[in-house]
T-cell receptor
Framework: AQSVTQPDIHITVSEGASLELRCNYS??????LFWYVQSPGQGLQLLLK??????LVQGIKGFEAEFKRSQSSFNLRKPSVHWSDAAEYFC????????????FGKGTRLHILP | NAGVTQTPKFQVLKTGQSMTLQCAQD?????MYWYRQDPGMGLRLIYY???????DKGEVPNGYNVSRLNKREFSLRLESAAPSQTSVYFC?????????FGEGSWLTVV
């Protein structure tokens, strides 16, 4: 069965510091992978997605993620965080053209220190 | 440019009452989903529908029923609400590339 693990419930970084949020998945075939962000009281916004091809994908707001098949990981990175990046981040896995079930991780809440 | 529209946005129910959350999308997507979001639990899939006329259980289907009325609409029904169903509910639809979410429905069961 497919699953997503985000090992870090909370992460705190200083403004301007680099960021890496971890995501590990379990899936029986080549997965579709997503990162979403949710600000307090808001809906979910797609940051980036991976389907195939180049394993380093660029997203909005300066985020990128790298797909590593050997490690079953899809970690999200940003070289320099801004206070406005404080939010909850969700990794998701699925495959739209198969059983269409998209499963999300439990999320990582990012806190930014001034 | 409506996208995914879900109603109501806020609802308070008494234990044992029933209600239906409505969801409609105008993007001609085949796939639609219902998730619930609870603190520390992320988004958990309740039910999904890969196409009109089909529905499948997700991770937490107990206590819920769904209807894929047509290609546009996918409703979620709570037959006898329980306090454990207090949550934020998100409807979503997808094409082959992206999932699109509604704005969420805040449901409180007292």
């Amino acid at each position: 069965a497919q699953s997503v693990t985000q090992p870090d419930i909370h992460i705190t970084v200083s403004e301007g510091a680099s960021l890496e949020l971890r995501c590990n998945y379990s899936y029986g075939a080549t997965p579709y992978l997503f990162w979403y962000v949710q600000s307090p009281g808001q809906g979910l916004q797609l940051l980036l997605k991976y389907f195939s091809g180049d394993t380093l994908v660029q997203g909005i707001k300066g985020f990128e993620a790298e797909f590593k098949r050997s490690q079953s990981s899809f970690n999200l990175r940003k070289p320099s965080v801004h206070w406005s990046d404080a939010a909850e981040y969700f990794c998701a896995v699925g495959q739209m053209n198969r059983d269409d079930k998209i499963i999300f991780g439990k999320g990582t809440r990012l806190h930014i220190l001034p | 440019n409506a996208g995914v529209t879900q109603t109501p946005k806020f609802q308070v129910l008494k234990t044992g009452q029933s209600m239906t959350l409505q969801c409609a999308q105008d993007m001609n997507h085949n796939s639609m989903y219902w998730y619930r979001q609870d603190p520390g639990m992320g988004l958990r899939l309740i039910y999904y529908s890969a196409s009109e006329g089909t529905t499948d259980k997700g991770e937490v289907p107990n206590g819920y029923n769904v209807s894929r009325l047509n290609k546009r609409e996918f409703s979620l029904r709570l037959e006898s609400a329980a306090p454990s169903q207090t949550s934020v509910y998100f409807c979503a639809s997808s094409d082959l590339n992206t999932i699109y979410f509604g704005e969420g429905s805040w449901l409180t069961v007292v």
